[in-house]
Structure formats: C-alpha cells, structure tokens
C-alpha cells in the first residue's frame, strides 16, 4: 500500500517554465511535509516543507501548494533552470507518533535550456 | 555545519553473504535512520534510532540487522545477501521528529 503518491513520475520544462509536481497521500494524520531533491550520485536534500496547519508556502522560486480536504499538495518551480534538473522525493510524516518520513517513489524532472 | 559518512561507497557481495554497512555522523544528532532507494520505488525505511542504544523496525526491516553502538554511528548488517540484488543504502540523521533530515551519499550494494 503505498501511502505517498507521486505524479508524473517524469516532467521535461524548458527553461523558464514553471514546473508542477503533484503529491497526494492516504494517513490524514499526517502533519508535515518535505520536499526533497536529489541530484545522480548524492543522497537527498531537503528543499522546502510544510506543515499542515499552512496551505501556501514560499521559498524564492519554489512554492509548495496544500490542500488538507482533498490530501493533496504540489510543487511549484518558477523560472525553471537547468540546474533543477533531478529527482524531487514528497515525504509525509506524524501519523500517531510515528516517527517514520514515508517517501513517494519521486518525480525526474529535466529542464531543458 | 556537519556531515554523513557511509563506508564503503560501492560493495559487492555474494549470495548468502553477511554484509555489514556503516555509518558515521558528526551533526550531534539523536536519531539516525537507514534507508534502502531502488530506481523507481523511493526510499523505504529499515531501521531507526532516536538515541544510542535504541533500536527500531522500519517497514523493511526483515532480512537486515541494524546496530547504534554510540551516538555518531549506526551500522547495517544485510544478514543474507539476495542474488542480483542492487540497491542504494541511505544512512541519515536528524535533530527531531518532523526537522530536517541529512542524508549521506549512500552505499551502492551488488550482489552476484
């Protein structure tokens, strides 16, 4: 049963663009979620979060949108460059104490210039 | 700032074959995770550790063995090695529940 979904699971922009990955999720218990990037060869880093008490937050070009009714949230990379090219992990946590980060199977996004 | 630590970087093992990965961290952190990264599935959790000693199940605990002999460090056994078996072994540490967690480079496990 897989608790985070992420679509598509691969997205090519042309530089400029504004790119959209989706995430939705099953426990509605959980209350805090990261975005995570990771580029070949590197362990993920995290790159913006949320928690659910908040539907919009910003960081310079990246934005996450959440929708707590339908338990769904994206993100939003504006003014795409090339160096975004890589793969972008949604991770869920909280549910009853828990301590695991459960990650969706991720998005490969490729920016083309 | 800190960093993870995961030695060796490339591991090569035989059907059957125990296989131990380690892990060190020097962000002072408290708890430490292992997690396993197939092409296409994500990143799933094995085990973790909210402080030295501990001990918990992810949800892909079975056929591994993990210890936390100190608070830098978190090793993982592979107890039986699973022929054509290739993953990446992601250690990571963080301060909290719901903060920020680093990860490490990884250990990229094949087995022949």
């Known amino acids: 049963q897989q608790q985070v979904r992420q679509s598509p699971q691969s997205l090519t922009v042309w530089e400029g663009e504004t790119a959209i990955l989706n995430c939705s999720y099953e426990?509605?218990?959980?209350?805090?979620f990261p975005w995570y990037q990771q580029f070949p060869g590197e362990g993920p880093a995290l790159l913006i979060s949320?928690?659910?008490?908040?539907d919009k937050k910003e960081d310079g070009r990246f934005t996450i949108f959440f929708n707590k009714r339908e338990k769904k949230l994206s993100l939003h990379i504006a003014d795409s460059q090339p160096g975004d090219s890589a793969t972008y992990f949604c991770?869920?946590?909280?549910?009853?104490?828990?301590?695991?980060?459960?990650f969706g199977s991720g998005t490969q996004l490729t920016v083309m210039p | 700032g800190g960093i993870i630590t995961q030695t060796p970087k490339f591991l090569i093992g035989q059907e059957g074959q125990k296989l131990t990965l380690k892990c060190q961290q020097n962000?002072?952190?408290?708890?430490m995770y292992w997690y396993r990264q197939d092409s296409g599935k994500g990143l799933r959790l094995i085990y973790y550790?909210?402080?030295?000693?501990?001990?918990q199940k992810g949800d892909l605990s079975e056929g591994y063995d993990a210890s936390r002999e100190k608070k830098s460090s978190f090793s993982l056994t592979v107890t039986s090695a699973q022929k054509n078996e290739m993953a990446v072994f992601l250690c990571?540490?963080?301060?909290?529940?719901?903060?920020?967690?680093?990860f490490g480079k990884g250990t990229r496990l094949t087995v022949v």
């Open positions: 990571a540490s963080s301060l909290d529940r719901n903060t920020e967690v680093f």
């Open positions: 426990n509605s218990a959980f209350d805090y």
């Open positions: 949320i928690l659910s008490v908040s």
């Open positions: 991770a869920a946590s909280g549910a009853s104490g828990s301590w695991q980060l459960i």
């Open positions: 962000f002072n952190h408290d708890t």
């Open positions: 550790s909210i402080t030295e000693n501990d001990l």
